[in-house]
């Protein structure tokens, strides 16, 4: 069914992301569950380097520093090619055994947090892709923000109206509100949107969070309408997979990274 864009008064919401991380992680009241949480994940396919066994390539600490290893983990497919084409370049011995591999962002999440209170503890770091990080300065620099610098994956998500309601989208019988990892399939919603109510053309803005904040919102937040938010991959990460599903077979899920027995990224 195809989805209708709706506004929505939901502008204490999104709010609570735009919270800076020690304040977010101070929040240890009632959240979503951790399945809820996933189920939210799992749809968004993101990339990993990884063996034929499905271990994740990693970068570990340097000599003599104290911390966990490091997967990277790209919002982009093509990023994640770019980077494994370089690796064959300054390493082709340890770039021969690994390959880029989509996994579902709800199995990253589970794997981080099924070893974060290990001793083989596994970090994961998200890629995001540096054309969108350009769109979230811009954005927050046209806001009147003194910054250099956006940190995390951003998501995009839209405005209007007199009262600033957000964007939501209607699926099924529930109103959604749509986060949108590029800033220009949001852009398309959102001509779609002015051609449908031209009186709030002039009243939609842009807004800017990290997926990384969000994350930590609904892990520590107790706000029932959290419920509503939806990630939107990227339309070429959908293809990409939909493409691969006829040679994986029919109804079968991607390859995932496996932990432990993660490969180690060369040093710098």
């Known amino acids: 069914m195809k989805a209708l864009v709706r506004w929505g008064v939901t502008a204490s919401i999104i709010g609570s992301t735009l919270v800076s991380s020690a304040l977010v992680g101070a929040m240890r009241v009632l959240a979503l569950p951790e ?28 000599n003599g520093q104290q911390g966990s290893p490091v997967a990277g983990v790209f919002i982009s497919q093509k990023d994640a090619q770019a980077f494994l084409d370089a690796l064959k370049t300054k390493n082709p011995a340890l770039a021969k055994d690994v390959k880029v591999v989509p996994v579902s962002l709800g199995e990253v999440y589970q794997l981080g947090q099924s070893s974060k209170n290990k001793p083989e503890r596994l970090d994961f770091q998200y890629v995001p892709m540096e054309q969108q990080v350009k769109s979230a300065l811009t954005l927050l620099q046209q806001g009147g923000q003194q910054v250099s610098q956006f940190n995390g994956v951003p998501l995009f998500l839209a405005r209007a109206g007199k009262d600033k309601g957000y964007l939501t989208i209607q699926r099924g019988n529930e109103q959604v509100i749509p986060l949108f990892f590029k800033k220009e399939e949001l852009q398309n919603m959102l001509e779609r949107f002015k051609q449908q109510q031209p009186d709030l053309a002039a009243t939609i803005d842009i807004q800017v969070v990290n997926l990384e904040g969000v994350i930590q919102t609904l892990q520590t937040s107790n706000n029932p309408q959290l419920g509503q938010i939806v990630l939107i991959p990227p339309q070429e990460s959908v293809e990409y997979i939909r493409a691969l599903q006829p040679a994986q077979g029919q109804g079968q899920n991607p390859p995932k990274p496996q932990a432990p027995a993660p490969q180690s990224a060369p040093k710098k």
Do not use: M
């Open 35 to 62: 399945d809820q949480i996933v189920q939210k994940l799992r749809p968004v396919p993101v990339f990993a380097i990884a063996n034929s066994q499905g271990s994740p390539l990693v970068a570990s600490p340097p």
